[in-house]
């Protein structure tokens, strides 16, 4: 809990009566599901967070909980749309053997779940982004490449050839063109995404030939990512 609130007369007098009669953890996941459904209006802000312990019935000052601000909003997200998309791939697996399909399938359904908040996703990325909480970023990015690297094979034992580095640079490319995408069901991103699957597998293609690699290695790099 923050130093601030904590030395609070309010702090003080929850945290007496909270050692003996609440549950900490689950407040706190309490809070932060009721403070998600706000997201929307408020933003990932303190004030959304503070408005989601009105809703439970506690002080505003509680949003001290969430010891290293609205960013733990935005890493729950990560972790709850994840963790729906594995249930959903359990549940309903994905069809077919070509990679590439299945690649794009999975980068599009994991990054539909942040439509909903897509407006206030920058904010969301520039707090992951901030050097405090890199550390944890980088854990919940390597969670999502796994996730969607995972449910790469198929059925019939065809194998992919897409790295986990792969999956993070087509995924975060593509994470960021949506942010800008005002095109229709957000087609211009899918398309965006289709490109980029398209532009690795011609990479990794011209990498079995190393003379073919040295001539035509610059021109691929520098269209890679600009499509």
């Known amino acids: ?10 702090g003080r007098a929850f945290f007496a009566s ?11 996941s309490r809070i932060i599901g009721s403070a998600l459904t706000k997201v ?5 802000s303190t004030q959304c967070v503070a408005w989601a312990c009105e809703q439970e019935g506690y002080s505003p000052q509680l949003h001290g909980l969430l ?5 733990e909003l935005v890493e729950h997200h990560i972790r709850s749309c ?16 070509d990679v590439s399909a299945r690649l794009h399938s999975l980068i ?6 942040n439509l909903p908040l897509l407006e206030h996703w ?3 990325l520039a707090l992951l982004s901030h050097p ?13 490449t796994k996730l969607i690297a995972t449910h790469l094979g198929t059925s019939s034992g065809a194998r992919s050839d897409f790295n986990r580095v792969d999956i993070a640079a087509i995924y975060a490319a593509t994470e960021l063109f949506l942010l800008q995408d005002h095109s229709t069901n957000k087609s211009a991103t899918w398309e965006f995404l289709t490109r980029r699957i398209d532009d690795r597998n011609a990479l990794a293609s011209v990498m079995h030939y190393p003379m073919a690699a040295a001539r035509g290695g610059s021109t691929l790099f520098g269209a890679l990512f600009c499509k």
């Open 132 to 144: 405090s909480n890199l550390p944890h970023t980088w854990s919940l990015s390597t969670e999502t």
């Open 108 to 113: 599009r359904r994991r990054l539909e779940m």
């Open 40 to 44: 929307s209006e408020l933003g990932w």
């Open 67 to 71: 010891q290293r601000g609205p960013v």
């Open 1 to 10: 809990i923050n130093a601030e609130y904590m030395g609070s007369r309010c």
């Open 122 to 124: 920058p904010q969301g």
């Open 82 to 97: 994840n963790q729906t998309l594995a249930a959903d791939l359990v549940e309903i697996p994905l069809i077919g053997d």
């Open 18 to 28: 909270a050692a003996t009669s609440i549950d900490l953890p689950q407040l706190r």
